[in-house]
């Protein structure tokens, strides 16, 4: 193993916001891998995803996603949960900053994560242009006809083919997560989006494995899964824990509860140390396939995870 220190052209604001992939995305512009310690997320009193048994994903398929594509974002979610003897840094390691995150009664979300069940669509019932408010409904249909259970502490993850069109996604969004009441008693649960960036928008939604979309063009980086997977998955690892700290826009948060900076988007663009904007920082590179990420995670796969904001150091917290 090797590390990767060669310098890439710097991005203008514009392209570091969009790689923030927040709900409502807004970014913040960091010169270094480390966050200024005057900055704070600041908890709002309101509940976070703190099942001690474990955060269950309900994850939707939509469109034609390869047994290929679906194995990598499969051994993410598995990777989440610590193993014996795994080479380090691991995923789980990097899951483990988000378990400072404590609600009023002080317990920490949980440090268990679960694929609890999964639904293919690939006729794409819904057409292959998607409003955001489709995807609530679509998956509020899923809880009524009991294909998925209702779990008001878990996250139904919509995740779109690289041919379907979902509104904002490509244009300032990457990704998204937001809650619905649901009966009964108008119970709120938590869903989210993400699509594959391949065709659509990979400089936007796949840096740094791809050229970036604004700016002097740069040498994208080689991706150990595959670009548009890759950037899923580095997409889903903003997403969630964004979900898991602020699931009702009332947990951890700065700025506007409706655009807010929450827990890596408070970091953006930053995956290794030495990170400053249109660099991502120093990260591990295989020697055969030059694929370059941060994280070794189940079945040999290996992971490009960003940053976390890290209460306890106040800090941009990177694995190295």
């Known amino acids: 193993m090797v590390y990767m220190s060669m310098r890439s052209p710097l991005l203008p604001f514009a392209i570091i916001i969009a790689l923030a992939l927040a709900p ?74 988000i378990l400072a995150y404590k609600d009023k009664a002080g317990k920490p979300v949980s440090g268990r ?5 999964f639904h293919e669509d690939k006729a794409c019932s819904l057409g292959k242009n998607i409003k955001r408010p489709q995807i609530a409904n679509y998956v509020k249909k899923m809880i009524d006809t009991k294909v998925f259970p209702l779990d008001t502490t878990g996250v139904y993850l919509f995740l779109t083919a690289k041919d379907i069109l979902v509104e904002r996604f490509c244009l300032g969004s990457c990704g998204f997560h937001e809650s619905m009441a649901v009966s009964p008693r108008g119970r709120r649960v938590v869903y989210a989006h993400v699509g594959d960036p391949e ?47 602020n699931p009702f826009k009332t947990g951890y948060f700065q700025g506007n509860a409706l655009a807010p900076l929450e827990a890596v988007t408070a970091c953006p663009g930053i995956f290794g140390p030495g990170a400053y904007p249109g660099y991502p920082g120093e990260l591990m590179v295989d020697k055969l396939s030059k694929a370059s990420y941060n994280a070794y995670g189940a079945n040999g796969k290996k992971f490009l995870l960003p940053a976390i904001w890290d209460l306890k ?8």
């Open 313 to 320: 150091g106040s800090t941009c917290k990177v694995l190295a």
């Open 199 to 245: 065709i659509q928008c990979p400089g936007l939604c796949a840096w740094p494995y791809a050229i970036p979309a604004y700016g002097p063009p740069g040498k994208p980086l080689v991706s150990p899964n595959g670009v548009g997977i890759d950037g899923m998955i580095m997409n889903i690892a903003t997403i969630l824990p964004g979900a898991a700290t």
């Open 113 to 117: 994560v679960r694929v609890a069940a």
């Open 24 to 97: 409502s995305s807004h970014g913040l512009s960091q010169s270094s891998s480390l966050a200024s310690t005057s900055a704070t997320l600041n908890y709002h009193g309101g509940p976070l995803l703190s099942n001690p048994a474990s955060i269950n994903i309900y994850l939707v398929w939509y469109g034609n996603f390869p047994p290929q594509d679906m194995a990598p974002i499969h051994d993410f979610f598995a990777s989440l949960t610590s193993s014996p003897g795994q080479q380090n840094p691991t995923v789980s390691g990097w899951w483990s900053t």
